[in-house]
DNA sequence: CGCAATCAAGTTGTGCGCAACTTATCGGGC
DNA sequence: GCCCGATAAGTTGCGCACAACTTGATTGCG
């Protein structure tokens, strides 16, 4: 089982690379701008999202500079509290999320499974994610 | 579903990582391990363990050599082709395997997840998984 | 036979993912 | 007001993953 949800997951990024490349982007970096394109004229912090995507500073700072290279994403110190860095997007960073509106379908297509497949898949793994965190916070 | 996928598959090896640590193994090294303990005395090239685990040589070569500096594993030229290389266990790598017989059971109670449960992801998974790469050929 | 295309493994470079550590800021208790 | 523990982000180091390339061996076609 562990090994099919390791070839599982590695596979799926197999079928994001080609199409998120079209953008210049990689998965970690796309699931950030998801982040971020829900939560509009929010800006969460680096913390927020680390919460969000289950990754830590030493992964995001580095992913995040990258994307604020490219023009996407601004991180401004808080004013309220100088150790905070918020995150938020730029005109481009929107504009973008359009043009990738029909990245999910073209996805889910691709993985040959059925709607209701899907949502019984998202719904297990959901939980054995949430098991384990649970399990790690005692 | 995409983001749960990745999630569940990073949680999992949260939980394989205090597991192997007390073998000074990783997760990739581990599923190597898995390979060559079900086939032992055949001792499979480089490639044909990439083709098991879907791993390129380029993150195979790395891996079999701290593999072989840990003392578990042999790399030897084959001399019928002097192309190939042939990954074969030491005593030391076989003893290993006892040692380590108790992982799989370890790892599925800490999903939470019931024997059936397991089965049925582990069906979903490896079908999501060679659909997609059944596709990459084509 | 000779050589061009193919193939196996290894190398290089980039980007995660995470542990361990550093730096700078904040807040609470005295 | 000051210090001490806690907190936020960043840095360093290591091990995958994967693309692109290199090196050396092999195969097959003329």
Redesign the interface.
Same mark, same amino acid.
């Given at each position: 089982?562990?090994?099919? =949800?390791?070839?599982?997951?590695?596979? =799926?990024?197999?079928?994001?690379r080609p199409i998120l490349d079209e953008h210049g982007l990689t998965?970690p970096q796309y +699931?950030v701008l +998801?982040v971020l394109w829900e939560r509009d004229d929010d800006a969460p912090t680096v913390s927020e999202l680390g919460a969000a =995507? $289950?990754l830590d500073s030493g992964t995001l700072s580095p992913l995040l500079k990258r994307l604020e290279a490219a023009g996407l994403v601004v991180r401004t110190r808080s004013a309220a509290d100088e150790r905070r860095v918020e995150v938020g997007l730029t005109g481009q960073g929107r504009a973008l999320r359009e043009r990738m509106g029909d990245v999910?379908r073209r996805?889910?297509t691709?993985?040959? +499974?059925t709607e209701a497949?899907?949502?019984?898949?998202?719904g297990?793994?959901? $939980?054995?994610?949430e098991?384990?965190?649970r399990?790690?916070e005692q």
């Open positions: 089982m562990c090994f099919a =949800l390791y070839a599982a997951s590695r596979a =799926l990024t197999d079928v994001y998965y +699931l +998801l =995507l $289950r999910p996805v889910a691709a993985t040959g +499974l497949e899907l949502v019984f898949l998202h297990i793994l959901t $939980r054995v994610t098991t384990i965190h399990q790690k």
